[in-house]
C-alpha cells in the first residue's frame, strides 16, 4: 500500500517536472531547455546557434527542406561548388547516386553526432571520393600509386571549392618564386580625411552633461570619424527630433540636445547604416553569427577553443575590436585579437617574419600593404566591382578548406606552390608561419608534368604533319 503510493507520488511529480520543462521551453524561446532535446553534442559550425532548433528544423523535427542552403547558397557560389546538385542531374552521372545520394546536404554533414564528426562538418568517413572517381586512378598514369583515400588530401582537391587548386590554375602559376619579387597586398582605400568637414571638440553636439570627458573629445576629433564629419550623434542618437539636425554640423553643443535623444549604448545597426558590408559579413562568420539569429552576443565563456579568463565575459560586437572612440585599426588588427585568442597559433604570431613586416610598415619602413597581421589572413581586404577595398568581416569565410586564403591572401606575396605547401603543414599552422614548409604537394609539378606533356604530343603531330 505505502510502496504504491510512493510511487503514485513520484509519478505525479515527474510529470509536474516534465510538463514544466515542455512548457517553459515552447514559451522561452532560445531558451537553454531546449538544449535538453538535444541527441548530442552540435558540430563546430553550429553550437552557437543550436538554441535556435527552428533554424534547421520543421516542427515536427524533420529537416527544413531548404535549411542548408538559405544559409550556405552563397558561400558554395562563391565558391565555384564542384559538385552542385545539377551536375548530377545530367543523366550521365545520375546512376552515381545509387552508391551516395551527392543532392543530399546530410548525406556527408548530418548533425548533433559529434563522435563521428570531423572538420567541417564531416560525417562521412574520408574515402568516399573513391566510390566516384575510382577510374581516374586507372586512366592517369600519375596517380596509379596514390591511396584510395588520398584524394581529398590537403593541397590535392577539396569536394567543394577547388578554385585555387583546379588543374589550368595550377598550370598558370607553375614555377612561381616563394616570395615574390613585390610583396604587398591591397591597402585600404577608405578616402583620406575629408578636410572640409572636420570637426573639432567645440564641434562636438553631445548634451553638454556628456561631452566632458576629454578623453573622448580627444580621441572622437582626432580620428576618422570627426575627420568624415560623422558628430557624438551620428551614433548617439536614437531619434532625430528635429530634421534640421542632420544637416548643421557646426552648432553649439547644447542646443544640440533639444534635437535629439541620446542612447549610451551604440548598436550594430548604428555602425550598420553607414557600413553595411562589415556589418553584413560580421554577421555571418563566428564572431557575430549569434547576433544574426537574434541570440545574445557569442562571448568567449561559450567558445570551444582556447581563450583568456580574463576575456571570458566579453561581448562580441563592432565595439570588441573597434573599442573607445578612436576606432583605431591598428589596435584592431592584432592586439584586440590577442585580449581574446589564446591559442598556440595566436600566441606564436608575435615571434614571426610576418609581425616584423608589419612592425616595419607601421614605422614607416616599407610600403603601405607589405605587413601581415591576424587581419590580413582573417578579415582580408578585398576589392569590389568598382576597385574600392574593403574588409572582410566575416573571418570563417576563408578559414576551412584553408586552401580558400591562396588566392585571396597569400598569392599577393607569395607563389602557388609555396602557398599550398605552407598551408598543408599543421606544424607550420601550429607555429603561425615561422618556418618554412617540411614538406612538398605534387599538384603543381603534377598539372604542368600533364600540360608539358599535352604539349608535347601536340608539338609531335604538327610536325608529322
Ligand atoms: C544547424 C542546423 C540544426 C540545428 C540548429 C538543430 N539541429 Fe537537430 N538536426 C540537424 C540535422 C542536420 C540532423 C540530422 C538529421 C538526419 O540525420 O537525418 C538533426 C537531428 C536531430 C535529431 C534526431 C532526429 C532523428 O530522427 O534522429 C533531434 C532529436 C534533433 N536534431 C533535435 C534538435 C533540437 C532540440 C535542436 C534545438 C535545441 C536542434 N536539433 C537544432 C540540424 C540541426
Ligand atoms: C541559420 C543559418 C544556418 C543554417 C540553417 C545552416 N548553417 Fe551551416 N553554418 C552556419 C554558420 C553561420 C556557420 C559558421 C560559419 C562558417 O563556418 O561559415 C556554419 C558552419 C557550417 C559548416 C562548417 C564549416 C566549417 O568550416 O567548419 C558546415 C559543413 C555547414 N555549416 C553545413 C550546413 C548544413 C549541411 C546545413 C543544413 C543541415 C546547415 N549548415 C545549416 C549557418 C547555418
Ligand atoms: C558527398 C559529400 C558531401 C555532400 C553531399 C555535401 N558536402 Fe559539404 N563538404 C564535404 C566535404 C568533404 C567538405 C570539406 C571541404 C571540402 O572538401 O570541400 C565539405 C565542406 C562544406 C562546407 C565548408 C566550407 C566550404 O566551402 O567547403 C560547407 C559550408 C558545406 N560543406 C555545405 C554543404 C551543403 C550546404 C551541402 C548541400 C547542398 C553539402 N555541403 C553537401 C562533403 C559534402
Ligand atoms: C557521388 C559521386 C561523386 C563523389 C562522391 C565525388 N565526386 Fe567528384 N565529381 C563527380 C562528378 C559527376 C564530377 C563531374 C565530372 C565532369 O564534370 O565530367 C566530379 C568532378 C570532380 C572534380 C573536378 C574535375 C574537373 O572537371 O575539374 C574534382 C576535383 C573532384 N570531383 C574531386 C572529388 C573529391 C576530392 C571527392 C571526395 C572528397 C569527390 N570528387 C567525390 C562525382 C563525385
Ligand atoms: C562612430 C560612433 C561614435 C561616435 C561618433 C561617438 N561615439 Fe560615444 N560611444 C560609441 C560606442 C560604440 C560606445 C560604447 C557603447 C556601449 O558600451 O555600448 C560609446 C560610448 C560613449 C559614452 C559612454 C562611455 C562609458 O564609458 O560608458 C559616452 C559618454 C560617449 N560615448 C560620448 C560621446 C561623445 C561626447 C561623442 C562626440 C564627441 C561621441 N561619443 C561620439 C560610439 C560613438
Ligand atoms: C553616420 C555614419 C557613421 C556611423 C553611424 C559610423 N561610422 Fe564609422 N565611419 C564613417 C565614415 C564616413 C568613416 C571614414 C571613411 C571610412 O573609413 O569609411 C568611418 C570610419 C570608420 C572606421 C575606420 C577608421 C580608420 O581609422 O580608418 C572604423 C573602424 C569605423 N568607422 C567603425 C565604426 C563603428 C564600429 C561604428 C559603430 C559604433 C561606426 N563606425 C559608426 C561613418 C560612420
Ligand atoms: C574581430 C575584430 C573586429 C570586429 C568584431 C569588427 N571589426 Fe571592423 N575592422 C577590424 C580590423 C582588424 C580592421 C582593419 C583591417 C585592415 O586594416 O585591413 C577593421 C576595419 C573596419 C572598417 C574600415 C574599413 C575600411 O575599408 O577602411 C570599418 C568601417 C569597420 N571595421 C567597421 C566595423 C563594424 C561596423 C563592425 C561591427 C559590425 C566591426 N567593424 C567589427 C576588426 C574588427
Ligand atoms: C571579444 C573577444 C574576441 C576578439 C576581440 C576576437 N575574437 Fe575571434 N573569436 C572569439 C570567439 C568567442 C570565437 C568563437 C569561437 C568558437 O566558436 O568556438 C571566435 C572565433 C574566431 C575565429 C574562428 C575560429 C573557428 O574555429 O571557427 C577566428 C579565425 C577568429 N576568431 C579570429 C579573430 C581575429 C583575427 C581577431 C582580431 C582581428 C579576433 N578573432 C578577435 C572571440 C574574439
Ligand atoms: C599568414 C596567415 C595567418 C596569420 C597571420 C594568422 N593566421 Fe590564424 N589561421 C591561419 C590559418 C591558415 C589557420 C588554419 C585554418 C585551418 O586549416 O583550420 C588559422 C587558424 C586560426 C584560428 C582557428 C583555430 C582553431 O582551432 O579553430 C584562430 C582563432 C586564428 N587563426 C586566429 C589568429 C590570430 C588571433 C592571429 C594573430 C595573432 C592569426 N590567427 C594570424 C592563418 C593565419
Ligand atoms: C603582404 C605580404 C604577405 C602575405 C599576404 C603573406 N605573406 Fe608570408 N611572408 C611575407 C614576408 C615578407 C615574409 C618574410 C620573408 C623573409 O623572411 O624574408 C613571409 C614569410 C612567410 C613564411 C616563412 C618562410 C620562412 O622560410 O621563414 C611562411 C611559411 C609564409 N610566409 C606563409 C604565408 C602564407 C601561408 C600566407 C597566406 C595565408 C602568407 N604567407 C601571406 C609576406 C606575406
Same mark, same amino acid.
Given at each position: 500500500?505505502?510502496?504504491?503510493?510512493? /510511487?503514485?507520488?513520484?509519478?505525479?511529480?515527474?510529470?509536474?517536472? /516534465?510538463?514544466?520543462?515542455?512548457? =517553459?521551453?515552447?514559451?522561452?524561446?532560445?531558451?537553454?531547455?531546449?538544449?535538453?532535446? &538535444?541527441?548530442?553534442?552540435?558540430?563546430?559550425?553550429? =553550437?552557437?546557434?543550436?538554441?535556435?532548433?527552428?533554424?534547421?528544423?520543421?516542427?515536427?523535427?524533420?529537416?527544413?527542406?531548404?535549411?542548408?542552403?538559405?544559409?550556405?547558397?552563397?558561400?558554395?557560389?562563391?565558391?565555384?561548388?564542384?559538385?552542385?546538385?545539377?551536375?548530377?542531374?545530367?543523366? %550521365?552521372?545520375?546512376?552515381?547516386?545509387?552508391? &551516395?545520394?551527392?543532392?543530399?546536404?546530410?548525406?556527408?554533414?548530418?548533425?548533433?553526432?559529434?563522435?563521428?564528426?570531423?572538420?567541417?562538418?564531416?560525417?562521412?568517413?574520408?574515402?568516399?571520393?573513391?566510390?566516384?572517381?575510382?577510374?581516374?586512378?586507372?586512366?592517369?598514369? %600519375?596517380?596509379?600509386?596514390?591511396?584510395?583515400?588520398?584524394?581529398?588530401?590537403?593541397?590535392?582537391?577539396? =569536394?567543394?571549392?577547388?578554385?585555387?587548386?583546379?588543374?589550368?590554375? /595550377?598550370?598558370?602559376?607553375?614555377?612561381?618564386?616563394?616570395?615574390?619579387?613585390?610583396?604587398?597586398?591591397?591597402?585600404?582605400?577608405?578616402?583620406?580625411?575629408?578636410?572640409?568637414?572636420?570637426?573639432?571638440?567645440?564641434?562636438?553636439?553631445?548634451?553638454? %552633461?556628456?561631452?566632458?570627458?576629454?578623453?573622448?573629445?580627444?580621441?572622437?576629433?582626432?580620428?576618422?570619424?570627426?575627420?568624415?564629419?560623422?558628430?557624438? %550623434?551620428?551614433?548617439?542618437?536614437?531619434?532625430?527630433?528635429?530634421?534640421?539636425?542632420?544637416?548643421?554640423?557646426?552648432?553649439?553643443?547644447?542646443?544640440?540636445?533639444?534635437?535629439?535623444?541620446?542612447?549610451?549604448?551604440?548598436?550594430?545597426?548604428?555602425?550598420?547604416?553607414?557600413?553595411?558590408?562589415?556589418?553584413?559579413?560580421? /554577421? &555571418?562568420?563566428?564572431?557575430?553569427?549569434? &547576433?544574426?539569429?537574434?541570440?545574445?552576443?557569442?562571448?568567449?565563456?561559450?567558445?570551444?577553443?582556447?581563450?583568456?579568463? #580574463?576575456?571570458?565575459?566579453?561581448?562580441?560586437?563592432?565595439?570588441?575590436?573597434?573599442?573607445?572612440?578612436?576606432?583605431?585599426?591598428?589596435?584592431?588588427?592584432?592586439?584586440?585579437?590577442?585580449?581574446?585568442?589564446? #591559442?598556440?597559433?595566436?600566441?606564436?604570431?608575435?615571434?614571426?617574419?610576418?609581425?616584423?613586416?608589419?612592425?616595419?610598415?607601421?614605422?614607416?619602413?616599407?610600403?603601405?600593404?607589405?605587413?601581415?597581421?591576424?587581419?590580413?589572413?582573417?578579415?582580408?581586404?578585398?576589392?569590389?566591382?568598382?576597385?574600392?577595398?574593403?574588409?572582410?568581416?566575416?573571418?570563417?569565410?576563408?578559414?576551412?578548406?584553408?586552401?580558400?586564403?591562396?588566392?585571396?591572401?597569400?598569392?599577393?606575396?607569395?607563389?602557388?606552390?609555396?602557398?599550398?605547401?605552407?598551408?598543408?603543414?599543421?606544424?607550420?599552422?601550429?607555429?603561425?608561419?615561422?618556418?618554412?614548409?617540411?614538406?612538398?604537394?605534387?599538384?603543381?609539378?603534377?598539372?604542368?608534368?600533364?600540360?608539358?606533356?599535352?604539349?608535347?604530343?601536340?608539338?609531335?603531330?604538327?610536325?608529322?604533319?
Amino acid at each position: 500500500m505505502k510502496g504504491s503510493k510512493r /510511487l503514485w507520488y513520484w509519478l505525479i511529480g515527474t510529470n509536474v517536472i /516534465l510538463f514544466g520543462i515542455i512548457a =517553459y521551453s515552447a514559451i522561452a524561446p532560445g531558451a537553454l531547455t531546449k538544449t535538453i532535446l &538535444l541527441p548530442g553534442e552540435t558540430s563546430h559550425g553550429h =553550437y552557437q546557434i543550436e538554441m535556435r532548433c527552428d533554424v534547421c528544423h520543421t516542427e515536427g523535427n524533420g529537416i527544413r527542406e531548404d535549411a542548408c542552403l538559405d544559409c550556405h547558397a552563397e558561400e558554395l557560389r562563391l565558391a565555384k561548388d564542384t559538385h552542385p546538385s545539377s551536375k548530377f542531374n545530367d543523366p %550521365s552521372n545520375a546512376d552515381l547516386l545509387n552508391v &551516395l545520394d551527392a543532392t543530399n546536404c546530410l548525406t556527408c554533414h548530418r548533425e548533433h553526432v559529434q563522435e563521428q564528426t570531423l572538420v567541417m562538418g564531416l560525417t562521412m568517413p574520408a574515402d568516399y571520393c573513391y566510390h566516384c572517381h575510382q577510374e581516374t586512378l586507372e586512366t592517369r598514369p %600519375s596517380h596509379a600509386d596514390f591511396a584510395f583515400d588520398s584524394c581529398a588530401t590537403a593541397g590535392c582537391h577539396n =569536394y567543394h571549392d577547388n578554385t585555387a587548386l583546379y588543374e589550368n590554375f /595550377l598550370n598558370k602559376h607553375a614555377g612561381e618564386d616563394d616570395f615574390l619579387a613585390e610583396m604587398v597586398g591591397l591597402a585600404r582605400s577608405s578616402p583620406s580625411p575629408p578636410t572640409a568637414s572636420q570637426l573639432t571638440q567645440i564641434a562636438a553636439d553631445a548634451p553638454e %552633461s556628456l561631452s566632458g570627458d576629454a578623453a573622448i573629445l580627444d580621441d572622437w576629433a582626432s580620428t576618422a570619424h570627426a575627420a568624415a564629419g560623422v558628430n557624438c %550623434s551620428g551614433c548617439h542618437a536614437t531619434e532625430v527630433l528635429n530634421e534640421s539636425a542632420n544637416q548643421t554640423t557646426n552648432h553649439e553643443a547644447d542646443s544640440a540636445s533639444d534635437e535629439f535623444r541620446w542612447s549610451r549604448t551604440v548598436s550594430l545597426d548604428t555602425c550598420g547604416q553607414c557600413h553595411e558590408r562589415e556589418r553584413d559579413t560580421f /554577421l &555571418l562568420g563566428h564572431h557575430g553569427m549569434r &547576433l544574426a539569429q537574434d541570440l545574445p552576443a557569442m562571448t568567449p565563456a561559450e567558445a570551444r577553443i582556447p581563450m583568456h579568463v #580574463d576575456a571570458a565575459h566579453r561581448q562580441l560586437d563592432c565595439n570588441a575590436c573597434h573599442s573607445g572612440h578612436r576606432f583605431d585599426t591598428t589596435y584592431a588588427s592584432v592586439e584586440a585579437c590577442l585580449g581574446c585568442h589564446n #591559442d598556440d597559433h595566436s600566441n606564436a604570431f608575435t615571434q614571426t617574419s610576418h609581425y616584423d613586416v608589419w612592425q616595419q610598415e607601421l614605422a614607416g619602413e616599407s610600403p603601405v600593404g607589405s605587413g601581415v597581421t591576424c587581419a590580413t589572413c582573417h578579415l582580408p581586404r578585398v576589392e569590389d566591382d568598382d576597385g574600392n577595398v574593403w574588409v572582410q568581416h566575416n573571418q570563417n569565410a576563408n578559414l576551412r578548406p584553408n586552401e580558400k586564403m591562396i588566392r585571396e591572401v597569400c598569392m599577393n606575396c607569395h607563389g602557388l606552390a609555396f602557398s599550398i605547401d605552407a598551408l598543408a603543414d599543421q606544424d607550420l599552422i601550429q607555429n603561425c608561419f615561422a618556418t618554412s614548409p617540411s614538406q612538398h604537394i605534387e599538384s603543381v609539378d603534377l598539372a604542368k608534368a600533364r600540360f608539358d606533356e599535352k604539349q608535347r604530343k601536340r608539338e609531335a603531330r604538327l610536325k608529322k604533319k
